[in-house]
């Protein structure tokens, strides 16, 4: 690898309507907010937001209402995939060099709007096509000033208090149909280190756990057998940005508060549960109450 990543800056979350998605993270995550908050782009002619969880960023996003925005990359996303999980982005310090690396593997790049990079950036993001890197991966230049988590009096321990009892992100997962090709990218190409490996009855899937920057860890997981919910997404949309999932203090506590917010649980074994997809804006999301083996982060 040529270029060193840092810090996981965001995880996109689509939907159809911000307002009503940004409204039901405030309701079941209480996020810091102040970085984005329904930031208009002209560029994407999308509507997003920027939310701090515990240690990680997810950013809320939507189609603007505007003329042409079907055209552009996040309506089309969305006209094609609907409600889902969309990409992994990470700071970076050159753009140059993630450009010289993934265009040398012979990846498709482009920057806002999806416009092409046919030759080496030297500010901007870069966005990977998400077929040639398993799920569209941003790599961003800059630290946000604007980031907390950056600032000395950052409490990433804060939302424990809350009532889900969160105490980070534990992980995202990507689906994916090659495990050994998917490791290759996020262990030689991007510089993670794999931590650990299951085989999960819960969800149906072999894993392989990649940590990845300074406090990021990628599940990449391939279903074995058809009816999962990882199965059906790598069947219906191929690999992608397929789940997020939660560290929390107490499982029972965090099941008792979904359900008290409408959201149904629909598998659960001894440490980990899954909410329905129906309830949390299509995205699947995972809680647990431990840690990856190996998890860097302690």
């Not at 950056?150 to 409490?155: E, G, K, P, T």
Request: proline residues 5%; charged residues 25%; hydrophobic residues 40%.
């Amino acid at each position: 690898m040529s270029f060193t990543i840092g810090k996981l800056f965001h995880i996109i979350h689509i939907s159809d309507d911000l307002a009503e998605l940004d409204a039901w993270y405030d309701e079941i995550f209480n996020p810091t907010r102040g970085i984005m908050d329904a930031g208009y782009s002209p560029i994407e002619k999308r509507d997003a937001s920027l939310i701090v969880i515990g240690d990680a960023i997810i950013e809320p996003m939507a189609e603007s209402d505007i003329e042409g925005s079907e055209l552009m990359p996040v309506g089309r996303f969305y006209n094609r995939f609907g409600r889902h999980w969309h990409s992994l982005a990470w700071y970076i310090e050159d753009v140059g060099d993630a450009w010289d690396t993934m265009t040398a593997l012979g990846v498709r790049v482009v920057t806002d709007g999806g416009v092409a990079l046919p030759t080496r950036p030297t500010d901007g993001s870069l966005f990977t096509h998400p077929r040639d890197t398993h799920t569209q991966l941003e790599f961003y230049p800059h630290v946000m000033p604007v980031d907390p988590r950056y600032n000395a009096d950052f409490d990433a321990l804060a939302w424990e208090k809350y009532p889900l009892g969160l105490k980070r992100m534990a992980y995202a997962t990507v689906v994916v149909a090659d495990l050994d090709k998917a490791q290759g990218l996020f262990t030689k190409v991007l510089g993670g280190d794999l931590i650990h490996e299951s085989m999960s009855d819960l969800t149906g899937t072999h894993n392989l756990y990649v940590s990845v920057g300074e406090n990021a860890i990628v599940e990449l997981a391939r279903p074995t057998n058809d009816d999962s919910i990882a199965a059906r997404d790598l069947d219906k949309n191929g690999d992608m940005c397929h789940a997020v999932t939660w560290q929390v203090l107490d499982l029972d506590r965090a099941a008792a508060f979904l359900e008290s917010k409408g959201i149904h649980i629909i598998a659960r074994d001894e440490h980990t549960l899954i909410a329905d997809p129906d309830d949390t804006f299509g995205a699947p999301m995972r809680f647990t109450d431990i840690s990856i083996p190996g998890d860097p982060r302690g």
